[in-house]
C-alpha cells in the first residue's frame, strides 16, 4: 500500500486503512528523523483506543500502552548499537506477549526477525510531503 501524506490530518486515514491490514503483531518503522514515526503511532493508538499519552521512547527504549485488545510496545532502537543490546532489553519477551510490537529503527535487530512475520512501513519525508508505504 502506498500512501501520500500533505497535512498531519491525513495520518488518520492511514491508519484507518491500515489497521484492518494488520495481521501480524510486529510493524517496523523505518523513515529519518522527524518523518512521522511517532507521529503515526500516536494516530495508530488513538484508534486502537489507548487512552495512554503516546510519546517518542527515545530515551526509554520500550514505552508499554494499554488497549482494549491488549499491550502495545513501542520500542526505538536508535541508540542501541548491536544485537546484544537490543537482547538486553528483552525484546523476545515483549514480543510474545504483546498485541502489537511497533519498532522504530529496526535495522539493528532486522535480521533476527528471519522466519516470523511482519509488517513495515517506510516514510521518506520529500520536503513537502511524505511518501509512506506499507507491507
Same mark, same amino acid.
Given at each position: 500500500? %502506498?500512501?501520500?501524506? %500533505?497535512?498531519?490530518?491525513?495520518? %488518520? ?8 491490514? /494488520?495481521?501480524? *503483531?510486529?510493524? &517496523?518503522? @523505518?523513515?529519518? &528523523?522527524?518523518? =512521522?514515526?511517532?507521529? +503515526?503511532?500516536? +494516530?495508530?493508538?488513538? @484508534? ?14 520500550? *514505552? ?12 526505538? /532502537?536508535?541508540?542501541?548499537? *548491536?544485537? $546484544? ?5 528483552? #525484546? $523476545? ?5 504483546? +498485541? &502489537?510490537? #511497533? ?8 535480521? $533476527?526477525?528471519? =522466519? ?8 521518506? *519525508? ?7 508505504? +506499507?507491507?
Amino acid at each position: 500500500m %502506498q500512501f501520500t501524506i %500533505q497535512e498531519i490530518k491525513d495520518w %488518520q486515514e492511514i491508519v484507518d486503512k491500515i489497521i484492518p491490514e /494488520l495481521k501480524h *503483531n510486529i510493524l &517496523l518503522l @523505518k523513515g529519518n &528523523l522527524g518523518a =512521522g514515526k511517532t507521529t +503515526f503511532t500516536q +494516530f495508530l493508538l488513538k @484508534k486502537l483506543e489507548s487512552n495512554d499519552e503516546v510519546n517518542s521512547p527515545t530515551y526509554s527504549i520500550i *514505552n508499554e500502552y494499554n488497549t482494549p485488545k491488549g499491550k502495545v510496545y513501542h520500542f526505538d /532502537l536508535y541508540r542501541l548499537k *548491536n544485537i $546484544e543490546e537490543v537482547y538486553d532489553i528483552g #525484546i $523476545e519477551e515483549y514480543l510474545d506477549n504483546a +498485541f &502489537l510490537c #511497533i519498532i522504530e529503527w529496526p535495522e539493528v535487530y532486522e535480521e $533476527e526477525l528471519y =522466519g516470523l512475520n511482519y509488517h513495515t512501513m517506510s516514510i521518506v *519525508n520529500t520536503g513537502d510531503e511524505r511518501e509512506v508505504s +506499507f507491507e
